[in-house]
T-cell receptor, first 120, second 112 residues
Framework: DTGVSQNPRHKITKRGQNVTFRCDPISEHNRLYWYRQTLGQGPEFLTYFQNEAQLEKSRLLSDRFSAERPKGSFSTLEIQRTEQGDSAMYLC??????????????????FGEGSRLTVL | GNSVTQMEGPVTLSEEAFLTINCTYTATGYPSLFWYVQYPGEGLQLLLKATKADDKGSNKGFEATYRKETTSFHLEKGSVQVSDSAVYFCALSDPSNYQLIWGAGTKLIIKP
């Protein structure tokens, strides 16, 4: 069990550029979540997938944000035309719900180390 | 709707002091309850969990008991260490969709 992996760990970009983050969940997990966290705040939900289907997206999320999980395994989060307000830690988490295994029926999330975005 | 309320921080204690961080929740159904910890510069880690009433979760000397009658899940530790300095988040799993509902977090500072 290799845990949740996120890349890159840190991205510095200029305003207006596009950035993409990747998340590799725990292999048997069917759910994958993206959160955003700013300094001193709790995680802010962005979106989640069950297998390859994107089941929910935060209404507060700008259209500049898009996420995919094309084969139900890894996921990417793309931010287009970045703004300074996008600077934050982007957290990915995975879980397994509905069948036997770790975290089943409890909603327990396993987090990656996060990808820190700095927009200059 | 479902919600989690936890005590505001920062909480500052001396090493070896007793710790309590309060967490109360509002939920329909029977949620699972969690404490996550975030050490400086790191991601979120599950500290402990409880899945039904009267369950006690424990890990690294921390404990929390799922109290349905008081809708609480207070985090306790008998003797804190400097290394326990971190931000602690209480959360519940919405039983309808397993989405996590988060508290605002409590920053804990332990002084030598």
């Amino acid at each position: 069990d290799t845990g949740v992996s996120q890349n890159p760990r840190h991205k510095i970009t200029k305003r207006g550029q596009n950035v993409t983050f990747r998340c590799d969940p725990i292999s048997e997990h069917n759910r994958l979540y993206w959160y955003r966290q700013t300094l001193g705040q709790g995680p802010e939900f962005l979106t989640y997938f069950q297998n390859e289907a994107q089941l929910e997206k935060s209404r507060l999320l700008s259209d500049r944000f898009s996420a995919e999980r094309p084969k139900g395994s890894f996921s990417t989060l793309e931010i287009q035309r970045t703004e300074q307000g996008d600077s934050a830690m982007y957290l990915c988490a995975s879980s397994k719900v509905g069948t036997s295994g770790r975290g089943v029926r409890t909603g327990e999330l396993f987090f990656g180390e996060g990808s820190r975005l700095t927009v200059l | 709707g479902n919600s989690v309320t936890q005590m505001e921080g920062p909480v500052t204690l001396s090493e070896e002091a007793f710790l309590t961080i309060n967490c109360t929740y509002t939920a329909t159904g029977y949620p699972s309850l969690f404490w996550y910890v975030q050490y400086p510069g790191e991601g979120l880690q599950l500290l402990l969990k409880a899945t039904k009433a009267d369950d006690k979760g424990s890990n690294k000397g921390f404990e929390a008991t799922y109290r349905k009658e008081t809708t609480s899940f207070h985090l306790e530790k008998g003797s804190v260490q400097v290394s326990d300095s971190a931000v602690y988040f209480c959360a519940l799993s919405d039983p309808s969709n397993y989405q996590l509902i988060w508290g605002a977090g409590t920053k804990l500072i332990i002084k030598p």
